[in-house]
């Protein structure tokens, strides 16, 4: 298909994206408002404060999920509405969810009983989570938000990163967004800078991707589920952009940039288990890829 990739890329959304998709897109690339987005994502919201009906497309079922919450406070923020009454209510919602230690689970007990990506499992009594809560904690932090919830979130959040050793790709971006966001600066910096250490020595991040295919996968990962760094530093001003020389930042960027399939969209690396799953991912990915590339100044057309 010709064209720039931000083209391909609206043809692609046009015909495959949700809704939601579209009006981000048109938000973020076409001039749109952001009422329509915010409206759109109105459509997830549940009476008890969280977001459900799918928005995270691996898990199925109308019920409330920390997860869909969590992608809900991020279209917000991209947006510039992470603020005022529909954060309170969500803060609200965040605290009935929490664990004994203040902090959220992968998954709510709730969903049992609808389909659910068989690499998230579904347990009565779910531990505290970093993978949920460090990008809700890191976000609410950068948003200026202060609610109760985030003291005893935010301390959970500060150990689970200090005590970070063995570890993996989607554990770290989580940290990453929390050490992104949290207003300690100085105990972040020391944090990501240790982390980022700890990400090169366990080799979670290919920083050639010609050599890709020899790289190791993450245990309970895809085939081919490769972390690159543009993955952990999605925008220039992100902590984990100083674990990566301007080489291995440009080869990663030159990667994103090339892996715009023949329709337009940006393909996804993680598992595949039902077919409606890849649809409703691929235009989530692509509005995500256009974004990075633009905050590095990389040409996608206009």
């Not at 009454?85 to 009935?96: G, I, K, M, Q």
């Not at 203040?102 to 579904?122: C, D, K, W």
Request: negative net charge; hydrophobic residues 40%.
């Amino acid at each position: 298909m010709a064209g720039t990739p931000l083209s391909r890329a609206e043809h692609f959304i046009w015909l495959t994206a949700r809704v939601l998709e579209q009006r981000r897109f048109a938000h973020h690339f076409l001039g749109g408002g952001a009422d329509p987005v915010e409206a759109a994502l109105t459509a997830y919201l549940n009476e008890d404060g969280g977001y459900g009906h799918a928005l995270e497309p691996d898990l199925r079922g109308p019920v409330s999920q920390p997860l869909h919450t969590a992608h809900a406070l991020r279209v917000l923020d991209s947006i510039g509405r992470c603020g005022g009454l529909r954060v309170e209510r969500v803060c609200r919602y965040l605290t009935a969810v929490s664990t004994h230690e203040g902090a959220l689970p992968a998954l709510h007990p709730s969903i049992r009983g609808y389909p659910v990506a068989p690499f998230v499992p579904v347990v009565d009594d779910p531990p505290s989570d970093l993978l949920a809560t460090g990008p809700v904690v890191g976000l609410l932090h950068r948003n200026q938000v202060w609610h109760a919830w985030l003291f005893r979130a935010t301390d959970f959040c500060w150990a689970a990163v200090d005590a970070l050793d063995k570890t993996h790709p989607y554990e770290v971006q989580a940290a990453v967004a929390f050490l992104d966001g949290v207003p300690d600066r100085a105990r972040a910096e020391a944090a990501a800078d240790r982390l980022g250490r700890l990400v090169r020595d366990q080799r979670l991040v290919v920083l050639d991707p010609r050599e890709a295919d020899g790289h190791p996968v993450p245990p309970g990962y895809a085939p081919g589920e490769h972390h690159f760094p543009h993955d952990y530093a999605r925008v220039p001003g992100s902590l984990a952009r100083r674990w990566f020389t301007d080489e291995e930042m440009s080869r990663s960027l030159d990667l994103l940039a090339a892996e715009q399939d023949e329709d337009g969209g940006w393909p996804i690396r993680w598992r595949r288990w039902a077919p409606g799953t890849a649809l409703e991912w691929r235009p989530i990915v692509t509005v995500e890829a256009l974004r990075t590339l633009r905050a590095y100044g990389r040409p996608i057309g206009g």
